[in-house]
């Protein structure tokens, strides 16, 4: 195949800005997908995706499109990319394998604060950048002010950017004209060793695990033998082929610069690494392609089965998901509460929501979750430094010399009214004002810096409230900086349930102590005896609520008599109940586990 015909682009955006719907246009345009079968969200193929309307994997398609311009056929690879700052990875990955990116932006919310993140990016892989104002159909939308934050932000002119109304097609051909005229086609020689970038790969019942690659350099055809560079791994191709009109489909050679999959009998999805360079045993090249930056998780939690029985099924669930999702991470671990079960690590509480439900919908499991930490580092007593990532690692408060949390360097775009309350906000949660730049007359970006442990769970839900749906964030992982670290335990009837424990600053203990009290309270059912419940930082109680037992008339068959015979029947109750209480198990019901993670 002629490479001057061939171009690899991205649509990246903020989450909601319709690049999706683009992708879906583009697919229509290019004869993709007939009239009969076309509908929303073509390239998200999980159910998840479709009722939540976000894109949360990465996905790849060839496209053929003959230019009017040109009058020449090319071939288009398209990756519709996430939105949401959770799934940033699967952007990174994305765009690593791509020569230039479509940047959307919405007519009527204009530069958010993914739109920033996500540009700079492109830039730091040296892509081609398309400007385009998506939605101006709508109501909402302000074309001008909307030029004008990216013209001064983003740097563009006037003329590079395109309008556009995915949901209408206003501007799609004008986008694909403008992919073959600005974004160049891919450099690779066909003579040279082979050099294939692995940037993806799925499970497949009947295929196993499907390979996606980019070829820098060379060929690839079926009968060659490849190398992983990394894992050192030998595979005989089974099929070769690329990823057209949303169906696999074989062909016989692929050449540098293309994109396309294999598949070579692959059972284990562990033995696939993300980045790993592929090559030919026979004419290997000499080094490595550079690959991704090691992706660190942000959020840890554990991962239980309900029943004990379905964790060779939950590690295997694991192994799959971890094939199409990089970026998590677990190892196994043993709870006095739920027995074994895994560590597992996210980029985000969204990130870990979604794997959740994942791994329920997809391989029918039932899970527990435990509350999420962020990863501490101590220094022991000892001078050894060591990373804290569940409330069993932490040492002795004696064995503890210094205690560090990690700190994130918080953009927000905002609009200029909600600043007051905003900058309010994130000072309540221990964030340090950095800087604030105005972006236009309605709009403000401001900078924060603040502990990774407060905008993990309900930060960004409040910055919506408070902007009334027009704010945005995105966070990056910046430092480690001192701080008093604490374990707050849950006790039930004086036994720790190490599912509710959790590290934390101590100044936030007694504030997280009364919160959780109170919820497990209206959370546990009443039992048969009394429960009590207790939030307790060591051997101090810091909060305390009890649930009353259910009451049993056990008097209610006498109808009168001595008072002494009532008394000998309540007096029996009592000893029950007292025994009941040191023998009786607490039922804690799964709603329980889920709604402290929200606290």
Same mark, same amino acid.
């Given at each position: 195949m002629d490479k001057s015909l061939i171009r690899n682009f991205s649509i990246i955006a903020h989450i909601d800005h319709g690049k999706s719907t683009l992708a879906d246009r583009i697919l229509e345009v290019t004869g993709a997908v007939d009239k009969r079968h076309k509908g929303d969200q073509l390239l998200d193929d999980m159910d998840l995706e479709k009722e939540r309307g976000i894109t949360i994997k990465a996905s790849m398609v060839r496209l053929s499109y003959r230019s009017k311009t040109q009058g020449k056929e090319y071939v288009l690879n398209l990756i519709d990319t996430p939105g949401h700052v959770d799934f940033t990875y699967e952007v990174s990955k994305s765009l690593a394998a791509c020569e230039g990116a479509v940047l959307v932006v919405d007519a009527g919310q204009g530069i958010e604060a993914q739109t920033v993140a996500n540009y700079y990016l492109a830039l730091e892989n040296n892509l081609q950048i398309i400007p385009v104002i998506n939605k101006i159909d709508l109501s909402s939308a302000?074309?001008?002010?909307?030029?004008?934050?990216?013209?001064?932000? =983003?740097?563009?002119?006037?003329?590079?950017?395109?309008?556009?109304? @995915?949901?209408?097609?206003?501007?799609?051909?004008?986008?694909?004209?403008?992919?073959?005229?600005?974004?160049?086609?891919?450099?690779?020689?066909?003579?040279?060793?082979?050099?294939? =970038?692995?940037?993806?790969?799925? #499970?497949? $019942?009947?295929?196993?695990?499907?390979?996606?690659?980019?070829?820098?350099?060379?060929?690839?055809?079926?009968?060659?033998?490849?190398?992983?560079?990394?894992?050192?791994?030998?595979?005989?191709?089974?099929?070769?082929?690329?990823?057209?009109?949303?169906?696999?489909?074989?062909?016989?050679?692929?050449?540098?610069?293309?994109?396309?999959?294999?598949?070579?009998?692959?059972?284990?999805?562990?033995?696939?690494?993300?980045?790993? *360079?592929?090559?030919?045993?026979?004419?290997?090249?000499?080094? @490595?392609?550079?690959?991704?930056?090691?992706?660190?998780?942000l959020v840890f939690c554990g991962i239980y089965p309900v029943n004990p029985g379905d964790f060779p099924e939950l590690r295997d669930a694991m192994d799959k998901l971890k094939l199409s999702d990089a970026s998590f991470v677990f190892e196994p671990e043993n709870s006095q509460s739920f027995g074994s079960g895994f560590r597992c690590g996210f980029l985000g509480l969204l990130h870990m929501e979604i794997v959740q439900e994942r791994l329920e919908r997809e391989y029918g499991l039932n899970l527990i979750l435990t509350v999420p930490n962020v990863v501490y580092r101590v220094k022991t007593a000892s001078g050894e430094l060591i990373e804290v990532d569940t409330p069993a690692k932490l040492p002795t408060n004696q064995g503890i010399a210094e205690a560090q949390e990690p700190y994130a360097s918080l953009l927000m775009i905002i609009p200029v009214d909600s600043i007051e309350a905003v900058c309010d906000f994130a000072k309540s949660r221990r964030g340090q004002f950095v800087a604030n730049e105005y972006?236009?007359?309605?709009?403000?970006?401001?900078?924060?810096?603040?502990?990774?442990?407060?905008?993990?769970?309900? #930060?960004?839900?409040?910055?919506?409230?408070?902007?009334?749906?027009?704010?945005?964030?995105?966070?990056?992982?910046?430092?480690?900086?001192?701080?008093?670290?604490?374990?707050?335990?849950?006790?039930?009837?004086?036994?720790?349930?190490?599912?509710?424990?959790?590290?934390?600053?101590?100044?936030?203990?007694?504030?997280?102590?009364? $919160?959780?009290?109170?919820?497990?309270?209206?959370?546990?059912?009443?039992?048969?005896?009394?429960? $009590?419940?207790? $939030? @307790?930082?060591?051997?101090?109680?810091?909060?305390?609520?009890?649930?009353?037992?259910?009451?049993?008339?056990?008097?209610?068959?006498?109808?009168?008599?001595?008072? *002494?015979?009532?008394?000998?029947?309540?007096?029996?109750q009592k000893k029950g109940k007292k025994r009941l209480k040191q023998f009786g198990k607490v039922e804690i019901p799964q709603e329980a586990f889920l709604e402290v993670l929200k606290i």
């Open positions: 302000d074309v001008p002010r909307v030029k004008k934050q990216i013209i001064n932000v =983003l740097g563009f002119r006037e003329e590079d950017i395109i309008l556009a109304s @995915a949901k209408e097609g206003t501007g799609v051909e004008e986008i694909l004209e403008r992919i073959i005229e600005v974004i160049p086609a891919p450099e690779g020689e066909i003579d040279n060793p082979l050099k294939a =970038l692995v940037f993806d790969c799925r #499970f497949d $019942a009947y295929k196993g695990v499907v390979v996606f690659v980019r070829i820098k350099d060379g060929k690839i055809n079926p009968s060659t033998q490849l190398k992983m560079m990394h894992s050192g791994a030998l595979y005989k191709i089974e099929e070769l082929g690329v990823f057209k009109n949303l169906k696999y489909d074989a062909v016989d050679l692929l050449t540098g610069g293309e994109v396309g999959y294999f598949t070579a009998n692959i059972r284990d999805p562990r033995e696939i690494i993300i980045g790993d *360079t592929i090559t030919d045993t026979k004419n290997p090249c000499k080094e @490595a392609l550079p690959g991704y930056r090691q992706c660190k998780p972006l236009g007359e309605d709009r403000v970006k401001v900078i924060f810096s603040i502990p990774l442990s407060e905008i993990i769970v309900d #930060f960004y839900d409040r910055v919506k409230s408070l902007t009334r749906g027009y704010g945005s964030l995105d966070y990056e992982f910046k430092e480690y900086l001192p701080t008093k670290l604490v374990r707050l335990d849950i006790l039930l009837n004086g036994v720790i349930c190490d599912a509710f424990s959790s590290l934390m600053c101590k100044e936030r203990a007694l504030s997280k102590a009364h $919160a959780l009290v109170s919820k497990l309270k209206e959370l546990i059912p009443r039992q048969l005896f009394e429960v $009590a419940i207790q $939030a @307790a930082v060591g051997s101090q109680i810091l909060a305390s609520e009890k649930v009353r037992s259910v009451g049993k008339h056990v008097t209610a068959k006498c109808y009168g008599g001595d008072i *002494t015979r009532k008394r000998k029947l309540w007096d029996e």
